[in-house]
């Protein structure tokens, strides 16, 4: 199984950007998806996750500017970003729960890059 970021990328403080992770492989099952961020020398925080169902949860930092969603006949993510602020400039990364044949883990896509000017 593999995830793939894209749509990082530079905008400038207020601006919007919309990132995608879309799952490929022998997937039986996708479970729970998640976006997560990471700056530098620091721990990996959760930004927002979602349920097969389409249930969210968001990071007090980004509740009201940001919006996860999913689409389960892609086996895709979105993170939709307004509002975009200097200390959201980080990379980051998404995360699926996945059942395949091997049974159920956590699969992590390689980062993507926002970069966010003043």
């Known amino acids: 199984v593999q995830l793939q970021a894209s749509g990082g990328g530079l905008v400038q403080a207020g601006g919007s950007l919309r990132l995608s992770c879309a799952a490929s492989?022998?997937?039986?099952?996708?479970?729970?998806m998640a976006w997560y961020r990471q700056g530098s020398g620091k721990q990996r925080d959760m930004v927002a996750t979602?349920?097969?169902?389409?249930?969210?949860n968001y990071a007090d930092s980004v509740e009201g500017r940001f919006t996860i969603s999913r689409d389960n006949t892609k086996n895709t993510v979105y993170l939709q970003m307004n509002s975009l602020k200097p200390e959201d400039a980080v990379v980051y990364y998404c995360?699926?729960?996945?059942?395949?044949?091997?049974?159920?883990?956590?699969?992590w896509g390689h980062g993507t890059l926002v970069t966010v000017s003043s």
């Open positions: 995360n699926a729960r996945v059942i395949t044949l091997g049974g159920r883990r956590d699969y």
């Open positions: 492989g022998i997937i039986i099952r996708l479970d729970d």
């Open positions: 979602i349920t097969s169902g389409g249930s969210a």
